[in-house]
């Protein structure tokens, strides 16, 4: 047995920060997450890149940011030159057994080819597109059991359930805990676990599906959340009224306007249900590696690719419109297996983790990377912090997120045909800037919940702000740090 330790990513999709009992929600049911924070650092400012699944996926196995890898949208391919790299290789030349299981959403590659050597419950290729939860081997299991998913609708969904999910955005489940699809896929992991030489340290990921949309959930989580305990966000109450244009007219307002105050609460209490669900298979985690005497030579992350707007604003879901702090801000719990224990406010971004990692386990990883090792933060809520600040970015191609699967790349990015959304966040803003839309400043400390728009009377932050936005993209994106630095003198003019 190797004496290096091991480590375990287990991955939630579209998880907010504000989702576990450890982190302040009143309504949550995450037992073994929370037993998890007590015997871990928590990272209370941990940020995704881009509020989207591919891209700030492909950002955590790379390290770099979206503008760097390619993938600026669902299913836009990642860099040629990238296709065999990332933080797997690393730890693969390291002398490292390697599996990855569950939603990959790297679009352009495959598990295998990033220095994956083993993988399971891989989504299917569908058209170009990796589909997260369309698992060809879980529906042919699932429909050996006698259930039957719709075959031209790329999630698991019964008849019934698409019947349910027609009426409102949230439905129990036709098909049971037993046969679900989360349970099946923590089955696969530990059988792949199972299979790992005895002879190394490994590196392992459970990248779950849950608590992304739909909001389908399976008995007894669908009751599970206590409705009396939900708490609904502050700014559900001001709605979209203060948002720019394209927030107010996309359809991430217009799919949820009708819903009551109980149907809302009704709809967080099942995206709550899934992230019990996806609790519970963490606890089936820990208990394998716990009963097989590897769980004390582990390092553990948990964490999400991004969040859920879930009411905020009388939003939901995640996108290019949505730099809100539902949407980009993600849980991070990180555990050494030394017993190191703190909380830490210090800014990170998903593009870190993988450097952090690699350093926690001794491992040398040399590609070009944007990500920052965040490794003696971890247990110590002393030491330096490594950003003053994170940013998140997003553009559109010709107006599509996705395209076809067909490939964009940053240089190629022109203004008017594109557009493009940057956003920092710092320790006091939040700032936001819309290449066709008005810009956003927000003082957290007054308005925490993002309400209240104060870029045309705070130009100075403005123009500060645009400025490190500017500096940030220019290396790539010469021709978008040029607008935003013209949006500076129009915004201090229009103080006047």
Known sequence: MSDRLNVLVVMADEQSWNTLGCTGNPAAQTPYLDALAGESTVFDACYTPF??????????????????????????????????????????AAGYHTHYNGKWHVPGTTPGQMGWADSSAIPAVLRGQDRGRYIED????????????????IENLTTRDLAALGEKPYATSSVPLDSFLETWQCDT??????????????????????????????????????????????????????????????HFARDFENLTEQEWIEVTSHYLGLCALVDAQFGRIRQYLEDA?????????????????????????????????EDLRVPLIVRHPDGRQSRNANFVSLVDVGATISE????????????????????????????????????????RPGGN???????????????????????????????????????LAADPWEQHNVATAETATVAQLAELLANEVSDVLPEAAALVRKSIPATQASKG
């Open 189 to 250: 992991f530990l059988e792949g676990l199972d299979q790992r030489p005895a002879d190394k340290p490994w590196l392992a990921v459970c990248s779950m599906n849950a608590p992304h949309f739909p909001m389908l959930v399976p008995s007894p989580y669908d009751e599970l959340i206590d409705r009396d305990r939900v708490r609904l966000p502050e700014s559900w109450s001001t709605g979209t009224a203060t948002k720019p244009r394209e927030v107010r007219d996309s």
């Open 360 to 399: 926690l386990a001794g491992v040398t990883w040399d590609e070009p990377q944007d990500g920052f090792s965040f490794a003696a933060m971890v247990g110590d809520d002393r030491a330096a912090p490594i950003r003053e600040y994170v940013t998140a970015e997003t553009m559109l191609h010709d107006g």
């Open 293 to 325: 005497g590897e769980w004390d030579r582990t390092v553990v992350v948990f964490t999400s690719d991004h969040g859920d707007l879930m009411g905020a604003h009388r939003l939901m879901e995640k996108g290019h419109f949505l730099h809100y702090e």
């Open 138 to 153: 879980y529906r042919s299991w699932a429909g050996k059991r006698g259930y039957t998913f719709d075959p031209d609708h």
């Open 51 to 92: 509020p989207l699944c591919c891209p700030a996926r492909t950002s955590l196995w790379t390290g770099l940011m979206p503008r760097h890898h390619g993938v600026l949208g669902n299913w836009r391919p990642i860099e040629p030159r990238l296709r065999s790299a990332g933080v797997a290789q690393a730890f693969a």
């Open 405 to 443: 699967g067909d490939p964009f790349h940053a240089k190629h990015w022109q203004y008017p045909r594109d557009s493009l959304n940057l956003s920092v966040r710092t320790a006091d803003h939040r700032y936001v800037f819309r290449s066709h839309d008005e810009a956003e400043l927000y003082d």
